[in-house]
């Protein structure tokens, strides 16, 4: 009696589980994605040009999809921490910076809602690897007559992000600072920390 009651659970176990990966004999191919602030790094260099480990992170939601050049505007969700991975995921697909823009854009996203040591460093040396690997890079954007054009060059907003916003009048600076309508946080104690650090790389920021 013991052992039948045993093997009936079991097996309600194993349909609750099958359940929810087929519906009508078709395949479930839904991801859960991650809505929360809190970010283990894979590896020392997740998210940075050439490293590829986000690709073996389980907790990455795409490290299985099809993220390509197309399918990563489709798949963006809002969400800071699902979309550094995708963009993270793009860029170990296709080394190019605008992926790793993005990439950086959303760790900042992460960092301003959850001021995290680790994520703020994370955040800075993507923005580093924006400079030092896509130097000439350009955003690219849709305009109003839906042709896929080049904008600013990717260095600019890199350092605009790493200088900071410190109470200056200039619309400008805060429309920089933004990303999604958010006011990111910034990354530095003062705008002479933010300089002097990418002074110590090579780059002289000209606000």
Same mark, same amino acid.
């Given at each position: 009696?013991y052992?039948?009651?045993? *093997? ?6 194993f349909?609750?589980?099958?359940s $929810? ?9 839904e ?5 929360d602030? #809190? ?7 997740? &998210? ?9 992170? %389980?907790d990455?939601?795409?490290?299985n &999809?099809?993220?390509? %050049?197309?399918s ?8 800071? !921490? ?5 963009? @993270?995921?793009? *860029?170990?697909?296709? $080394?190019? $910076?605008?992926? #790793? ?7 900042? !996203?992460l ?13 800075? !040396?993507?923005?580093?690897?924006? *400079? ?5 890079s ?14 600013d ?5 890199? $350092? #605009?992000? *790493?200088? &900071?916003?410190w ?11 933004? @990303?999604?309508?958010?006011?990111l946080?910034n990354?530095f104690?003062?705008?002479?920390? @933010?300089?002097s650090?990418?002074?110590?790389? &090579?780059?002289?920021f000209?606000?």
């Amino acid at each position: 009696m013991y052992y039948n009651k045993v *093997l009936a659970i079991m097996l309600i176990f194993f349909i609750s589980i099958v359940s $929810g990966c087929i519906d009508d004999g078709e395949e479930n191919n839904e991801v859960v994605l991650p809505t929360d602030t #809190q970010l283990n790094l894979y590896c020392e260099n997740v &998210g940075i040009h050439p490293e590829k480990c986000v690709k073996e992170d %389980e907790d990455n939601p795409y490290r299985n &999809g099809g993220v390509n %050049e197309d399918s990563k505007w489709d798949l963006a969700s809002g969400y800071p !921490k699902s979309d550094f991975y995708l963009w @993270a995921t793009a *860029l170990a697909n296709q $080394g190019n $910076g605008e992926n #790793q823009f993005f990439v950086a854009e959303n760790l900042h !996203k992460l960092y301003t809602l959850n001021p995290s040591e680790v994520i703020r460093k994370q955040t800075i !040396k993507a923005y580093q690897s924006v *400079l030092e690997n896509f130097y000439d890079s350009k955003a690219a954007r849709w305009n109003s007559e839906g042709v896929y054009i080049t904008d600013d060059f990717l260095r600019d907003n890199a $350092g #605009q992000r *790493l200088y &900071g916003f410190w109470g200056e009048s200039d619309e400008n600076y805060v429309n920089n600072m933004k @990303a999604g309508g958010m006011l990111l946080e910034n990354l530095f104690e003062t705008k002479s920390h @933010a300089k002097s650090t990418m002074n110590d790389w &090579g780059y002289i920021f000209d606000s």
